[in-house]
């Protein structure tokens, strides 16, 4: 097994063992809740659905060929009115137009590999914010690690926003104290829309092409930034889930909903790379809420 062969192994262990430790809390929330308009319903679980493609040897509508498959873990509970916490490993072949647009793609002929693990919730309660979160590791003739997570309450709290931010900032810290004005500001810049000149949510930290040229740091750097979002943002849900909440804020939830719908469809690149790979369609946009409407 080669070096590289060996590293896929690890962060694809990793990223399941993360998506093992998300869902068992995120169930565990579910049962605690105690009370609020949602509290006489029965828990939700998580409910998983294997896809592979690894059958498939011509290249899809894109012109691109993929192999491998993943895994979506999907709950609609109490608290966590939809929440998807998928994994995948492809491998395979990019189009041209793709690849040129892809670090060491030109010089692999194309030849990637991917992994990761990718989690949006969309919350019963207006007063609970919904979150994302995904890191990844891609291979071409080069390899690198991506990923982050950001915060969007459809009611900004200060506290919230101070408490998430700090639980990053100390992660980043612990690797490279340039780590979390860099990769905030990115994700300032990256989470926002620029047709309506508003950012999605309260940002968080966002970064990419991560290549320090210390494959085992920046891992150790993957790892910790879902260690800490699995720390920081089931404090927030306890925080508020069991509160009321009026008709007028479940209205506007669903409005402010229609943002992050804007947002995947029109400018998220993980959405593009999954689509135009051949990607599970239904993992793809699990990130997309349960209910919403526009004014």
Not at 49 to 75: F, H, V, Y
Not at 109 to 119: D, E, H, M, P
Not at 209 to 214: A, I, T, V
Not at 257 to 274: A, K, M, P
Request: charged residues 30%; glycine residues 8%.
């Amino acid at each position: 097994m080669s070096e590289w062969d060996t590293r896929k192994e690890q962060a694809s262990t990793w990223f399941k063992t993360l998506r093992n430790d998300i869902c068992a809390e995120f169930e565990a929330i579910e049962a605690e809740l105690a009370d609020g308009p949602k509290a006489d319903q029965k828990p939700g679980i998580f409910e998983r659905t294997d896809w592979q493609r690894d059958n498939i040897d011509e290249p899809n509508e894109s012109g691109s060929i993929l192999k491998g498959g993943g895994e979506m873990s999907l709950m609609r509970g109490r608290v966590f009115e939809k929440v998807g916490v998928n994994i995948s490993e492809v491998h395979g072949i990019f189009a041209d137009e793709f690849a040129s647009r892809v670090p060491g793609a030109d010089e692999s002929k194309g030849a990637f590999w991917a992994a990761g693990i990718s989690l949006v919730a969309h919350m019963q309660s207006p007063l609970v914010p919904a979150v994302h979160m995904n890191t990844r590791m891609i291979v071409t003739s080069k390899g690198w690690f991506g990923g982050g997570a950001d915060l969007t309450p459809i009611f900004p709290d200060d506290e919230d926003t101070r408490t998430f931010h700090d639980a990053l900032k100390e992660c980043c810290d612990s690797h490279d104290h340039s780590y979390y004005e860099k990769h905030k500001e990115w994700c300032d810049r990256y989470f926002f829309l620029p047709h309506r000149n508003e950012a999605r949510g309260v940002g968080g930290i966002f970064y990419d092409y991560l290549d320090s040229e210390n494959w085992a740091d920046d891992f150790a750097y993957t790892q910790d930034v879902g260690k800490t979002f699995l720390s920081v943002y089931p404090e927030i849900v306890r925080k508020h889930m069991n509160r009321s909440w009026s008709d007028e804020e479940r209205d506007y939830q669903l409005v402010r909903r229609g943002r992050y719908v804007e947002y995947n469809l029109l400018y998220d690149r993980g959405t593009q790379f999954g689509l135009k790979t051949g990607g599970n369609t239904d993992a793809i946009l699990m990130s997309m809420p349960p209910e919403v409407k526009w004014p």
